[in-house]
């Protein structure tokens, strides 16, 4: 009993209480390193929030929604009220990591399961918070994550919104798809789909990660994710998040100083992405491929559930099986670790010879 309460402790402790830790560590170091004033990567956000842009507002509704309130402070306070949005939603984003880092299924592998102490598939064990400790610092100290942390950045290819809110709604989607394993509710996945849907009206990639989203909760849910109640929930979430497409097309057309009409100004938001995404599949599908080594293929080894022999039952068989295992997921380690660091690459023209950096 005694063991028992003691690894329900301190997995209580690594799952509930140790990503607000998390999260208030990274918004402290955030903080004290933030940004006081103008970036090159905050002018045109900190201009569109002043009023000092001629061009309307087309793209990104949930972030015009959720920063509409800084409109109303000094123009002067808009630069370092931007840039704390930013360290709010990074150290938010650490949290929403320790939390999937420690609710990731742990027993993918006979020897895992053989070593786990509950059902839940969650590490039992007193180093429980190594892995989300882990994961919150290779990404929180991560050169480009900290610098868009501490700076309210948006690149063009964003539609002008900002990064670090843009990760945010993704990492809550993947959070609720890991919520949904953990304790098996429906409405973490209905949640998941809303807050899939307003990271779709905010940037074109979650457009293209769309199929994945789906495949993974077919996934998970299995049968059960064809059923017509829970298809219907489903849908109606994603549509009520896809309505912010109308919000500022809608906003552009009663403004006193309107530029467009609500048709057109919907058709420009939504051609615009579709425009980047079909740029992308036609001039970026083999360095798509190569980035989905480091990211979408470990994600993919991580959901099976490996047998406990590799279909051979020789002793000698299953022993250099188990090793390749081990060595192919150090190897994923390495190669996660060399990308989270940033490395140096340049990718070679089409149709020339590839030089060294």
């Known amino acids: ?20 830790v998390v999260a208030a560590g990274a918004l402290a170091v955030y903080l004290v390193t933030i940004n006081q ?6 002018l045109a956000p900190v201009a569109q929030m002043s009023g000092w842009t001629w061009q309307p507002e087309y793209h990104g509704p949930a972030y015009w929604l959720i920063t509409y309130p800084l409109h109303w402070l000094p123009a002067r306070s808009i630069p370092l009220a931007l840039n704390i949005f930013s360290a709010v939603c990074a150290a938010l984003c650490l949290g929403l990591l320790a939390r999937s880092a420690a609710v990731l299924p742990q027993d993918r592998t006979q020897a895992q399961r053989d070593k786990g102490q509950g ?4 590490l039992d064990i007193p180093t429980a918070w ?20 501490t700076s309210a950045s948006s690149q063009f290819y964003t539609g002008g919104s900002n990064e670090m809110f843009d990760l945010l ?45 789906i495949a993974a909760m077919v996934w998970m849910k299995g049968l059960a994710f064809f059923n017509a109640r829970f298809l219907t929930r489903l849908a109606l979430g994603g549509l009520a998040a896809l309505s912010l497409y109308l919000l500022l097309p809608l906003a552009q057309s009663i403004s006193d100083h309107s530029m467009a009409q609500f048709w057109p100004a919907l058709k420009a938001n939504v051609a615009s992405q579709r425009a980047v995404l ?3 599949y ?8 190569l980035l989905s080594l480091t990211s979408l293929v470990p994600v993919l080894i991580m959901s099976i ?8 039952n020789s002793r000698l068989g299953i022993i250099m099986a188990t090793l390749m295992f081990h060595v192919v997921h150090a190897l994923f380690l390495v190669a996660c670790i060399w990308v989270a660091l940033d490395p140096p690459v340049r990718w070679p023209a089409s149709g020339s010879r590839s030089t060294p950096p």
Do not use: H
């Open 130 to 149: 190594m892995p989300p400790i882990l994961a919150a610092l290779v990404c929180g100290l991560q050169l480009t994550f900290w610098e868009y942390a």
């Open 37 to 42: 004033w103008l970036s090159f990567g905050s």
């Open 305 to 312: 559930r490996w047998s406990s022999y590799f279909g051979d």
């Open 282 to 289: 036609k001039f970026s599908r083999q360095t798509v491929v």
């Open 169 to 213: 709604l993704f990492a809550y989607a993947v959070r609720c798809l890991l919520e949904y394993r953990f304790d098996g509710r429906d409405s973490w996945l209905i949640r998941g789909a809303f807050v899939y849907g307003v990271a779709m009206t905010n940037n074109w990639a979650m457009i293209g990660f769309l199929p994945l989203f």
């Open 1 to 20: 009993m005694t063991i028992q309460a003691d690894a329900g402790s301190e997995r209580k402790f690594a799952t509930v209480f140790l990503p607000w």
């Open 278 to 280: 079909q740029m992308l």
């Open 119 to 122: 059902d839940s598939g969650c």
